[in-house]
């Protein structure tokens, strides 16, 4: 599994949509949990979404359903986030991570990370 690198946030206003890549070598198409994570100043780091990459089973924190849909493309290797009917509530640096499925996938301590990716949502 090779470095993660996330693009796609941006400035939105509310109620807009993103959505954000994570280029993931090596992690879709194995045994690895695939995770979307946010940190806002002053919080503590969510885990928002994550993906068991083998068999595509999805979790969802509650601020994220309904409305985040995590994806993977195993033919370009990229875990996908899409995010709709955003709200200032959603912003905060984005970040993908991974971790092997013999470590679980409901937890925060994943074994890689990118680099982030900045989502501002105003009002």
């Known amino acids: 599994q090779g470095q993660l690198v996330e693009s796609g946030g941006g400035s939105v206003q509310t109620g807009g949509s993103l959505r954000l890549s994570c280029a993931a070598p090596?992690?879709?198409?194995?045994?690895?949990?695939l995770g979307w994570f946010r940190q806002a100043p002053g919080k503590e780091r969510e885990r928002i979404a994550h993906?068991?990459?083998?068999?595509?089973?999805?979790w969802y924190a509650d601020s994220a359903k309904g409305r985040f849909t995590i994806s993977q493309d195993k033919s370009n290797h990229t875990l996908y986030l899409q995010m709709m009917s955003l709200n200032p509530e959603d912003t905060a640096m984005y970040y993908c991570?991974?971790?092997?499925?013999?470590?679980?996938?409901?937890?925060?301590?994943?074994?890689?990370w990118g680099q982030g990716t900045q989502v501002t949502v105003s009002s």
């Open positions: 993906i068991v990459a083998g068999v595509a089973i999805t």
């Open positions: 991570a991974a971790t092997p499925l013999w470590q679980g996938c409901n937890h925060n301590h994943y074994a890689s």
């Open positions: 090596g992690a879709t198409d194995s045994q690895y949990c």
